[in-house]
């Protein structure tokens, strides 16, 4: 059952400096949430409790951003947030919308899963052999659960690692992924982020590596309310999908920011073993730090600090050799990428 927010009038005031605070809502061991939003279009930020209309006035900082710590919020509290004393929404860094896409956001502590994959390492990018899996189609229940079951079958056909087609929550139950519109959020009919780290750890123990479709070009239409929180979007660039993400306009430090916690936190928190970069052509990036280049220097270091192999392997149509090329020489250092034209060609025969 949803748990209420206090009472209290207002947030106690965050250390100054909100803006370094990670994004969505954060639990800790004294009982207390800290909340920090990115919503330099609101002036004012509620945090409203799910049910009984309670409300949090969050702490307005740097930015744009909003953030406090609010006492008693224990994991398992739904909430939204009040934009300007009007619109409802839910979190963009929501881990968990246990309605859907127009229901509250769920708080969510991602750190107290009993792992026991500490001896995994991951897999040298050379010996990866792909089984690429949709989790709503492949068993019966359509679940994240469902696939521990069949991991021994998997391994028999001698693949090495299983990609997921994208989790990131979605509008309704089907669909291929590529429509999600709360990307830190696991999609809820799949199971949600507790299912999610079951599955990791138990292909880990099966010697399974776990590859991750994410998709930074675009998001889905329904349920996509970032644009009312801050200029995610761009009109300078145009995808075949949706609106271009804004990774080079005004502002686009932090929309970068917002993607880069988000790619990271699945290599921490869900132990994923690389993430497909979903048509990174349509990522239109012309600043002299792009995006990309900045998460695989990040992904690099989180990798060495958790002694672990973890990959980006792009999708892309540009066959540009400077996605794969070292940074040193002047590439962006990502790990792989899809050979789109050999793809192409099977089809074609």
Known sequence: MARPIPQPADAQACPANSSRKPLGAWPSDDGSCTFTLWAPLARNVQVVSSGDDRSVTLVPGDHGFHSGAIPGVE????YMYRLDGKNERPDPASRYQPD?????SEVVDVSDFAWTDRDWQGL??????FYELHVGTYTASGTLDGIIDHLAELK???ITAIELMPLAQFSGSRNWGYDGVFPFAVQNNYGGPRSLQRLVNACHAASLAVVLDVVYNHLGPEGNFLGEFAPYFTDRYRTPW????????????HVVRYFMENALGWIRDFHIDALRLDAIHGIVDRSAQPFLAMLSSAVDELAQQTKRHVYLIAESDLNDSR?????????????GQWNDDFHHALHSL
Not at 75 to 78: H, M
Not at 323 to 335: C, D, I, M, P
């Open 100 to 104: 859907g896409v127009f229901g509250p």
């Open 124 to 129: 040298e990018l050379q010996d990866y052999i």
């Open 75 to 78: 994991p398992g509290t739904r």
């Open 323 to 335: 996605f794969v090329t070292s940074q040193e020489l002047g590439g962006y250092g990502l790990h």
């Open 242 to 253: 949706g609106q271009a993400v804004n990774f080079d306009g005004a502002h686009s430090d």
């Open 156 to 158: 028999s056909l001698g």
